[in-house]
């Protein structure tokens, strides 16, 4: 179990440079200068708007695998109703 | 269409929202955790929009349309990126943590969860005041929005002292009535209000102009320079210092910070986190694109107006203009009673309280909570009468003085070795430094310091950088006081 929550917590890790990514290029740099029209918007909206709905896909998917919880080192399961409850958290896992 | 049918509609929206705000004040509780936090039971549907809907203020229903008209739709991406993308991040980084924080020791501000941490008062007082003072540049812009908002939309019959003190007034009244469960309540509404109505106006207007591809051909005639990403206004320093100030600075507003205070579970702020892009976008995509839409049609934006009413007067029927000024100042009122409702109990609980009369009944908080807001928004009102800058510039002064309160408080957040006289330099000096900067284009005897540098990068980014350096430094060079505790910031074990 405990070493099942390592692996996760290891794995997690992955997270900061995918929000990181997420953060920077909802800018679309690449583009830069690039001034084609595409189905009535300049080309480079439609990169904005298609990032952000990445965004709430990628930010759904973080909070679905407990990596939200684990994030914060607290245990997902016993998160759900309330993180008020101190048996929540990891115990003598802490980091 | 009269003029009286048009004020109609707007002043009857107004008395709607401050009738749902006497329901919700008739099933509240007394408490001051129920007036502030509405006893920390917001579900998912209210906390979303009611952040989004303090967030959504006169900064982006006319500010955003304005800068789009002048520089070009870019200024979407900017909002976007800091707003759907940047802040959603932050909301988990510093709004879970000190939900989870605030949910274990009962916080309700800011100053008090810093002030607790490091046992100082002194601490509590100054992250309240700084937090004040930026607030009162925020108040303004709302009253600014609304005075010109109401301008545009009778053709001047209505002066813009008169919409400033009509809005005024209004938040004056529900912010002393309803409390934090009545702002939540017709927040809700007024996002949902706002969404449908700026896609409809939005529709509406494509449609006079002969769809997406027409509107933007017409664009592209006028201002070719729209179609390419970047150039003009927008470049790097301006897009990655306005994404950076803004994002952070929102997190530290004192209506945003305590929204992470009150969410009923982490469910719900889990929820909201997850929506958080599509629902900013949702909003800034038509909003934007009518300002960029209306450079490329031939109406004219006079001096201090804002475009989006005057483009909606020509392509839209007066009632649809009505209602989508409607909308705005509910936007407006609504960011506004939100701010004044925070700041009156970072006034009572953080520098009242501690620094004059800690022994005051829960009844003379609640009446020196109401004077202070009206006495603020009173003098908000006056300062918004003289006009000090465009409403983007009155905004991102506002934004960027909090945004320099963000990394010290990140740091107390995930650094237990952070020591007091860390957070106080943190502080104290970069923001001294920014309102001396901000103060100097109307201080008499010092010269005006430039705001931007080397081709739009933020001096706020800078001394940002600044407030991280001098509280890790000066942490490192202090030691502890015995007052502070880092265990009260603890959440993962016992």
């Known amino acids: ?95 | 269409m009269t003029l009286g049918l048009s004020l109609g509609i707007v002043v009857g929206y107004l008395v709607v929202a401050l009738a749902l705000g006497l329901v919700a004040y008739r099933v509240s509780e007394t408490t001051a955790e129920d007036y502030y936090l509405a006893s920390r039971s917001i579900g998912t549907l209210v906390l979303l929009f009611t952040t989004f809907a303090t967030l959504l203020s006169a900064f982006t229903f006319f500010g955003g349309p304005n800068l789009a008209y002048a520089a070009g739709p870019e200024w979407l991406v900017v909002m976007g990126t800091l707003d759907g993308v940047l802040f959603a991040v932050l909301w988990y980084v510093i709004g879970y943590k000190q939900w989870l924080i605030g949910a274990r020791n009962g916080y309700v501000t800011l100053g008090e969860m810093l002030g607790d941490r490091f046992g100082s008062t002194g601490l509590r007082a100054l992250v309240a005041g700084v937090s004040l003072l930026w607030l009162f540049p925020y108040v303004m812009l709302q009253q600014m929005g609304a005075g010109e908002a109401l301008v545009g939309l009778t053709d001047g019959a209505v002066p813009y002292w008169g919409g400033a003190a009509l809005i005024t007034g209004f938040i004056i009244l529900y912010v002393t009535v309803a409390g934090l469960r009545g702002v939540a309540w017709t927040d809700t509404l007024q996002g949902l209000f706002m969404l449908s109505v700026v896609w409809i106006a939005a529709a509406w207007v494509v449609s006079s102009l002969g769809g997406v591809g027409a509107a933007t051909e017409g664009m592209l005639a006028a201002r070719p320079e729209f179609g390419s990403f970047g150039g003009g206004t927008y470049t790097p320093g301006f897009i990655v210092s306005t994404a950076i100030t803004i994002a952070f600075g929102v997190t530290m507003f004192p209506q945003i910070n305590q929204r992470f205070f009150v969410a009923k579970s982490a469910e719900t702020l889990k929820r909201s986190f997850a929506l958080w892009p599509v629902l900013v976008l949702l909003l800034f995509l038509p909003a934007f694109m009518l300002g960029a839409w209306a450079a490329g049609t031939p109406v004219e934006v006079p001096d201090g107006a804002n475009v989006l009413p005057v483009v909606l007067s020509e392509y839209a029927p007066a009632w649809l203009a009505a209602v989508v000024i409607a909308g705005a100042m509910a936007a407006m009122m609504s960011s506004s009673d939100s701010m004044l409702l925070s700041g009156s109990s970072y006034f009572t609980r953080d520098l009242y309280r501690p620094l004059v009369d800690a022994n005051a009944s829960e009844r003379r908080e609640a009446w020196i909570a109401r004077i202070g807001v009206a006495t603020f928004a009173t003098l908000a009102f006056v300062a918004s009468l003289f006009r000090p800058g465009t409403l983007i510039e009155v905004g991102g002064t506002a934004f960027s003085g909090f945004a320099l309160l963000a990394l010290p408080v990140t740091c107390a957040l995930y650094w237990p070795r952070t020591t007091r006289t860390g957070m106080i330099a943190g502080v104290a000096v970069p923001q001294a430094t920014y309102l001396f900067v901000v103060l100097s284009s109307v201080l008499p005897l010092v010269p005006t310091l430039p705001r931007t540098v080397l081709g739009g990068w933020d001096v706020a980014l800078g001394l940002m950088a600044l407030s991280g350096a001098l509280t890790v430094g000066v942490s490192l060079l202090t030691a502890p006081t015995e007052e502070s505790d880092a265990s009260r910031f603890a959440v993962t074990g016992d």
């Open chain 1, 1 to 95: 179990m405990l070493l099942l929550y390592m692996t996760r917590l290891r794995s997690d890790l992955l997270w900061v440079p995918t929000f990181a990514i997420l953060v920077a290029f909802a800018v679309p740099w690449p583009l830069w200068g690039v001034d084609r029209v595409v189905a009535g918007l300049p080309v480079w909206i439609w990169w904005h708007v298609a990032w952000l709905g990445l965004c709430t896909a990628l930010f759904a998917l973080f909070v679905r695998s407990g990596a939200w919880e684990r994030g914060m080192g607290q245990r997902p399961d016993a998160d759900a109703s309330s993180g008020r409850d101190p048996s929540g958290s990891v115990g003598g896992d802490r980091r």
